[in-house]
């Protein structure tokens, strides 16, 4: 997170450290709501897709030095396809969406009504789960946008598919070139009648962490 | 650290990594001991004003969760002679709380507590008997605070006193901690006399090291009080004739026997 919200000691050597005062607790509260938001939009999104119930984990929010977040998740080497969106305009951002490999088959074969998770065409499971992402992700970021009031625009999405920390060390280097706590809010989600599930994962920037406490401290006040 | 303890490896990895994860729950567990630690704090802070008869200013109250060994990095006083007072709850939950004087600035307070004319010429023994005596009160009227607010029985050891390195005082704490989490939880803020050096050294702090057995108590006590709905404006104005008056007429009488 930027220094400047959690920070509230002027003190140049607690670099490293984390104290909590009650203005930057309700900063995490706050931002911790907002993507809750987003991300009850974004299950519905995907409920009404795969026409079954959706079940969410608690929403999480992270603050955490970059090196420490792999462990966080603890999938490590887990193949992982990832929907990734960026936010461009005048905030920006990192979105994605990861689910397990597999998973993203079964779901791309329903999408296409394969019959069989392996009988799916390669290129039409690419075009499914960038389908599925951009409506996910769009629903999570206009659910956002609305609530804050500012425009978000995302750029299309993008296919990767490799190991789950091959993929979010790209996203932690971002961060850890403004600042050395990354943040992220994360929301996951299963299929009532499946082993595996989602996860969405947001990467704000600092300029928009801070509008989006700016328009929560507006709307508590 | 934790295959030592012969606690399961996966749990401990989760609890150093829970530090940087934040739940809707958590934020609220946390607030709420940092809103408790607040109510005391302001009582300790009234108390040590009314001991020196001068205008005390209090820092934020916070709470620090870091791994143990960033914590005198964090503090940053490594070798200044600090003097420590310590006290523990006495119960079945264990929490530990220090009040830490740098040195220099203890003598002044005790020199000011015992009217002596300097702080040179101050008897050890007096200081150090002042200064416990100081402890005392402050933690007791901190303590005494939580402890009206979220109706839990806190009491505490008497102050034991020590003087030594700030980073070898609190190490003896963080240890403590670190047998049963890798994350420490210590709330603590400052207190800065009107008439105290502006370094910020001269401060005093107080922190607090609570136990995973405290918080859990502390927390339930503090959401059962929120749960218990307020009572009706109605019901104070009822109950005030009966009770409140009663304590208003008794009062007089005492005075004039």
């Not at chain 1, 002027?10 to 509260?29: F, H, M, R």
């Not at chain 1, 936010?87 to 993203?104: N, P, S």
């Given at each position: 997170?930027?220094?400047?919200?959690?920070?509230?000691?002027?003190?140049?050597?607690?670099?490293?450290?984390?104290?909590?005062?009650?203005?930057?607790?309700?900063?995490?509260?706050?931002?911790?709501?907002?993507?809750?938001?987003?991300?009850?939009?974004?299950?519905?999104?995907?409920?009404?897709?795969?026409?079954?119930q959706?079940?969410?984990?608690?929403?999480?929010?992270?603050?955490?030095?970059?090196?420490?977040?792999?462990?966080?998740?603890?999938?490590?080497?887990?193949p992982?396809?990832?929907?990734?969106?960026?936010l461009?305009?005048?905030?920006?951002?990192?979105?994605?969406?990861?689910?397990d490999?597999?998973?993203?088959?079964?779901?791309?074969?329903?999408?296409?009504?394969?019959?069989?998770?392996d009988?799916?065409?390669?290129?039409?499971e690419?075009?499914?789960?960038?389908?599925?992402?951009?409506?996910?992700?769009?629903?999570?970021?206009?659910?956002?946008?609305?609530?804050?009031?500012?425009?978000?625009?995302?750029?299309?999405?993008?296919?990767?598919?490799d190991?789950?920390?091959?993929?979010?060390?790209?996203?932690?280097?971002?961060q850890?070139?403004?600042?050395?706590?990354?943040?992220?809010?994360?929301?996951?989600?299963?299929?009532?009648?499946?082993?595996?599930?989602?996860?969405?994962?947001?990467?704000?920037?600092?300029?928009?962490?801070?509008?989006?406490?700016?328009?929560?401290?507006?709307l508590?006040? | 650290?934790?295959?030592?303890?012969?606690?399961?490896?996966?749990?401990?990895?989760?609890?150093?990594?829970?530090?940087?994860?934040?739940?809707?729950?958590?934020?609220?567990?946390?607030?709420?001991?940092?809103?408790?630690?607040?109510?005391?704090?302001?009582?300790?802070?009234?108390?040590?004003?009314?001991?020196?008869?001068?205008?005390?200013?209090?820092?934020?109250?916070?709470?620090?969760?870091?791994?143990?060994?960033?914590?005198?990095?964090?503090y940053?006083?490594?070798?200044?002679?600090?003097?420590?007072?310590?006290?523990?709850?006495?119960?079945?939950?264990?929490?530990?709380?220090?009040?830490?004087?740098?040195?220099?600035?203890?003598?002044?307070?005790?020199?000011?507590?015992?009217?002596?004319?300097?702080?040179e010429?101050?008897?050890?023994?007096?200081?150090?008997?002042?200064?416990?005596?100081?402890?005392?009160?402050?933690?007791?009227?901190?303590?005494?605070?939580?402890?009206?607010?979220?109706?839990?029985?806190?009491?505490?050891?008497?102050?034991?006193?020590?003087?030594?390195?700030?980073?070898?005082?609190?190490?003896?704490?963080?240890?403590?901690?670190?047998?049963?989490?890798?994350i420490?939880?210590?709330?603590?803020?400052?207190?800065?006399?009107?008439?105290?050096?502006?370094?910020?050294?001269?401060?005093?702090?107080?922190?607090?090291?609570?136990?995973?057995?405290?918080?859990?108590?502390?927390?339930?006590?503090?959401?059962?009080?929120?749960?218990?709905?307020?009572?009706?404006?109605?019901?104070?104005?009822?109950?005030?004739?009966?009770?409140?008056?009663?304590?208003?007429?008794?009062?007089?009488?005492?005075?004039?026997?």
């Amino acid at each position: 997170m930027s220094r400047k919200i959690l920070q509230t000691s002027q003190d140049p050597n607690d670099s490293e450290a984390y104290c909590w005062t009650n203005k930057n607790l309700n900063n995490v509260e706050s931002l911790l709501e907002i993507g809750t938001m987003g991300a009850g939009h974004a299950t519905t999104a995907l409920s009404e897709i795969v026409h079954e119930q959706i079940e969410v984990e608690v929403p999480r929010l992270h603050t955490a030095p970059p090196h420490l977040v792999p462990k966080i998740y603890g999938r490590h080497e887990r193949p992982t396809t990832v929907i990734y969106m960026q936010l461009k305009g005048e905030l920006d951002g990192d979105i994605m969406l990861a689910f397990d490999a597999d998973e993203a088959k079964q779901i791309a074969a329903m999408m296409t009504m394969t019959p069989n998770q392996d009988e799916v065409d390669p290129a039409l499971e690419k075009s499914a789960m960038e389908e599925l992402g951009s409506i996910m992700i769009c629903s999570f970021v206009s659910a956002i946008a609305d609530f804050a009031e500012i425009q978000l625009i995302p750029t299309p999405p993008q296919l990767v598919t490799d190991t789950f920390d091959a993929i979010i060390d790209g996203f932690l280097a971002k961060q850890a070139l403004v600042c050395d706590i990354a943040l992220m809010f994360d929301a996951t989600f299963r299929r009532t009648h499946s082993k595996a599930g989602g996860t969405i994962i947001l990467f704000p920037s600092l300029e928009l962490q801070e509008t989006l406490l700016k328009k929560a401290r507006k709307l508590v006040s | 650290m934790s295959e030592k303890m012969g606690h399961d490896s996966s749990s401990s990895a989760k609890e150093t990594i829970g530090a940087y994860t934040w739940t809707a729950n958590k934020c609220m567990n946390l607030g709420v001991l940092l809103e408790l630690g607040s109510i005391g704090v302001g009582h300790a802070a009234t108390a040590l004003s009314q001991i020196l008869q001068e205008p005390i200013s209090i820092d934020v109250p916070k709470i620090h969760t870091l791994p143990s060994h960033l914590v005198s990095k964090f503090y940053a006083r490594h070798d200044n002679p600090t003097t420590a007072l310590y006290m523990q709850l006495i119960g079945d939950s264990e929490c530990d709380i220090l009040l830490l004087f740098d040195t220099d600035e203890a003598k002044r307070i005790a020199a000011l507590m015992t009217m002596a004319p300097s702080p040179e010429e101050l008897d050890p023994e007096m200081e150090a008997s002042a200064i416990e005596e100081l402890a005392n009160i402050l933690i007791g009227a901190f303590l005494s605070a939580m402890s009206d607010f979220v109706d839990v029985k806190l009491t505490m050891t008497p102050p034991q006193r020590v003087v030594d390195s700030f980073d070898a005082i609190i190490d003896n704490f963080l240890v403590k901690q670190s047998m049963v989490s890798e994350i420490a939880i210590i709330f603590d803020t400052n207190f800065k006399r009107a008439g105290g050096l502006a370094d910020s050294l001269s401060s005093c702090i107080l922190m607090m090291f609570p136990s995973k057995e405290i918080q859990n108590v502390l927390i339930e006590k503090a959401k059962d009080w929120l749960q218990t709905p307020p009572p009706k404006p109605d019901d104070n104005i009822v109950c005030a004739p009966n009770s409140n008056l009663n304590v208003a007429e008794a009062k007089p009488e005492e005075i004039r026997k």
